[in-house]
Nanobody
Framework: QVQLVESGGGLVQAGGSLRLSCAAS????????VGWFRQAPGKGREFVAS????????YYGDAVKGRFTISRDIAKNTVYLQMNSLKVEDTSVYYC??????????????????WGQGTQVTVSS
C-alpha cells in the first residue's frame, strides 16, 4: 500500500506562483511513476504533469507546459509541482497519483492506482 499526502495549495493572484508537495510512504514503496492531475467542479480529472521516479523523465499537459515544473526528491520521497504564471483557469483541486507500473507514457488517470486526498488551488483575477 502507498500513502500520498499533498500540501501547498492555497489562494494566489493571477501571475503568481505556488509549489505543491506530494509526500509518499508505505510498505515496499516501489513506486515507478508519480503524477499530478487536477479536477474542477463538473469536469473530469485532467493530466498536469508526471515524472518517472528513477529516471527523472518528465511529461506535461499542454495547458501547463512552460509554466509548471515537476521534480522529485528521492531522499524525502517527495514530488513537487512548481506552478508559475498562474492563471484563473488553473483553479482546481490538484491530486497526486502514483503507480508501480512502468507505463510507457504516464498521462492518464487510469494509469495511477494510488491517490492523495487533493489540495485546492484558487487563482484570483
Amino acid at each position: 500500500q502507498v500513502q500520498l499526502v499533498e500540501s501547498g495549495g492555497g489562494l494566489v493572484q493571477a501571475g503568481g506562483s505556488l509549489r505543491l508537495s506530494c509526500a509518499a510512504s508505505g510498505e515496499n514503496f516501489g513506486i515507478y511513476t508519480v503524477g499530478w492531475f487536477r479536477q474542477a467542479p463538473g469536469k473530469g480529472r485532467e493530466f498536469v504533469a508526471s515524472i518517472r521516479w528513477s529516471r527523472d523523465t518528465t511529461y506535461y499537459g499542454d495547458a501547463v507546459k512552460g509554466r509548471f515544473t515537476i521534480s522529485r526528491d528521492i531522499a524525502k520521497n517527495t514530488v513537487y509541482l512548481q506552478m508559475n504564471s498562474l492563471k484563473v483557469e488553473d483553479t482546481s483541486v490538484y491530486y497526486c497519483g502514483a503507480d508501480r507500473t512502468a507505463w510507457r507514457v504516464p498521462t492518464s488517470p487510469g494509469q495511477f492506482g494510488y491517490w492523495g486526498q487533493g489540495t485546492q488551488v484558487t487563482v484570483s483575477s
